[in-house]
Nanobody, 125 residues
Framework: VQLQAFGGGLVQAGGSLRLSCAAS????????MGWFRQAPGKEREFVTY????????VYADSVKGRFTISRDNAKNTVYLQMNSLEPEDTAVYYC???????????????????WGQGTQVTVSS
């Protein structure tokens, strides 16, 4: 199983980025997906979650209204559209997968089975 996250970069405050996470080696539609982030010196933080079908999404309060998660099961890819970026959003962003039917605390990183390698997002003020 491989999750490959990409699309990070350097952007000014107020700007936008779109992250992608391409999955291989698994039946993508059998997995819920999440995005987490980790800033230097801080713990890994939940950002957002999407159910296997895309019907259910959850966002951390800190990104609600600015970030949007989506998925394309035909392309085995989950996306994170990030708008109105703030310097506080600077972190390494990770995608994660959890197989359906096994229970999930979507905001707990320990619930997820597989992780991508992370992509750096830096927001300058």
């Amino acid at each position: 199983v491989q999750l490959q996250a990409f699309g990070g970069g350097l952007v000014q405050a107020g700007g936008s980025l779109r992250l992608s996470c391409a999955a291989s080696g698994l039946t993508f539609s059998n997995y819920h997906m999440g995005w987490f982030r980790q800033a230097p010196g801080k713990e890994r933080e939940f950002v957002t979650y999407i159910s296997w079908s895309g019907a259910s999404t959850v966002y951390a309060d800190s990104v609600k209204g600015r970030f949007t998660i989506s998925r394309d099961n035909a392309k085995n890819t989950v996306y994170l559209q990030m708008n109105s970026l703030e310097p506080e959003d600077t972190a390494v962003y990770y995608c994660a997968a959890r197989k359906i039917g096994l229970g999930l605390v979507y905001s707990d990183y320990r619930s997820y089975d597989y992780w991508g390698q992370g992509t750096q997002v830096t927001v300058s003020s």
